[in-house]
């Protein structure tokens, strides 16, 4: 008998290949987990940093597609989480607050479209792209920090947040961006030197990104941050400055 199967834009997976622990369906591909869905009943939904040993690394497209008993989603633990699919998010109209991690690098169309409640959103300093819907109607939205390394956003992004003001940082993309299409916006200052990550802490974190860095293993947020000896290259000898500062060593760079 030949079988017809129906490609929709979300990913096709065979349905043997599926394992559900602690609520999230997922599975592995090349010792790296993918959630599919969510079947648990948690308003607070963390997103582990493993499942079954393997480090989650990507939420598929409508992973938790209008889940309306959500109200928040921690990415905290999901240290090795680099995508976040299309439509992933798409109506769950209980989630209030986002924060991004640096680690995730890739937002994905409508991702976070329609979540009516979401107030404030944090972006952190690996995406580089805010694709087209990613936002749309999400009409509580207040207020969004958009890191500098964020160099393009879709015109469409935010269409329907009539509230929203943008927080920035001077002479950004997203400044640029909130002027041309009359969103208030306000200047942040900016991260301190050694902030690798554009987390807003300096930390073994930054160290350890600049290491990768130097493997071509990490695209650097922001060169200058990094370059915390200001000889105008980033290498070894940055990382083991702000190791000396973390332990004390050194009070300043």
């Given at each position: 008998?030949?079988?017809?199967?129906?490609?929709?834009?979300?990913?096709?997976?065979?349905?043997?290949?599926?394992?559900?622990?602690?609520?999230?369906?997922?599975?592995?591909?090349?010792?790296?987990?993918?959630?599919?869905?969510?079947e648990?009943?948690?308003?607070?939904?963390?997103?582990?940093?493993?499942?079954?040993?393997?480090?989650?690394?990507?939420?598929?497209?409508?992973?938790?597609?209008?889940?309306?008993?959500?109200?928040?989603?921690?990415?905290?633990?999901?240290?090795?989480?680099?995508?976040?699919?299309?439509?992933?998010?798409?109506?769950?109209?209980?989630?209030?607050?986002?924060?991004?991690?640096?680690?995730v690098?890739?937002?994905?169309?409508?991702?976070?479209?329609?979540c009516?409640?979401?107030r404030?959103?944090?972006?952190?300093?690996?995406?580089?792209?805010?694709?087209?819907?990613?936002?749309?109607?999400?009409?509580?939205?207040?207020?969004?920090?958009?890191?500098?390394?964020?160099?393009?956003?879709?015109?469409?992004?935010?269409?329907?947040?009539?509230?929203?003001?943008?927080?920035?940082?001077?002479?950004?993309?997203?400044?640029?961006?909130?002027?041309?299409?009359?969103?208030?916006?306000?200047?942040?200052?900016?991260?301190?030197?050694?902030?690798?990550?554009?987390?807003?802490?300096?930390?073994?974190?930054?160290?350890?990104?600049?290491?990768?860095?130097?493997?071509?293993?990490?695209?650097?947020?922001?060169?200058?941050?990094?370059?915390v000896?200001?000889?105008?290259?980033?290498?070894?000898?940055?990382?083991?400055?702000?190791?000396l500062y973390?332990?004390?060593?050194?009070?300043?760079?």
């Amino acid at each position: 008998m030949l079988a017809v199967i129906i490609l929709s834009s979300m990913t096709a997976f065979a349905a043997d290949s599926y394992i559900t622990i602690d609520g999230f369906t997922f599975d592995i591909n090349n010792s790296e987990a993918v959630i599919h869905d969510y079947e648990g009943n948690s308003e607070n939904v963390v997103i582990p940093q493993k499942l079954l040993k393997a480090n989650v690394a990507a939420i598929d497209n409508y992973a938790f597609f209008e889940n309306t008993g959500i109200k928040s989603v921690s990415f905290e633990n999901a240290t090795s989480l680099k995508t976040i699919g299309e439509n992933a998010f798409n109506g769950c109209t209980g989630l209030e607050t986002l924060n991004i991690p640096s680690n995730v690098t890739t937002l994905s169309f409508g991702a976070f479209q329609k979540c009516s409640a979401l107030r404030q959103v944090k972006i952190g300093g690996g995406v580089n792209s805010i694709p087209e819907q990613c936002f749309y109607n999400c009409s509580s939205l207040v207020d969004i920090e958009i890191p500098e390394s964020v160099t393009s956003i879709a015109d469409n992004a935010f269409s329907g947040c009539d509230k929203l003001e943008i927080y920035c940082y001077e002479f950004s993309y997203a400044q640029s961006f909130a002027e041309e299409h009359g969103i208030k916006y306000v200047i942040l200052d900016k991260y301190d030197l050694g902030d690798v990550d554009l987390s807003g802490r300096i930390n073994i974190r930054d160290v350890s990104f600049i290491q990768l860095s130097i493997l071509d293993k990490y695209n650097l947020p922001a060169f200058r941050y990094a370059d915390v000896n200001r000889d105008g290259k980033v290498n070894i000898r940055d990382a083991t400055t702000i190791q000396l500062y973390l332990v004390g060593k050194i009070k300043e760079f």
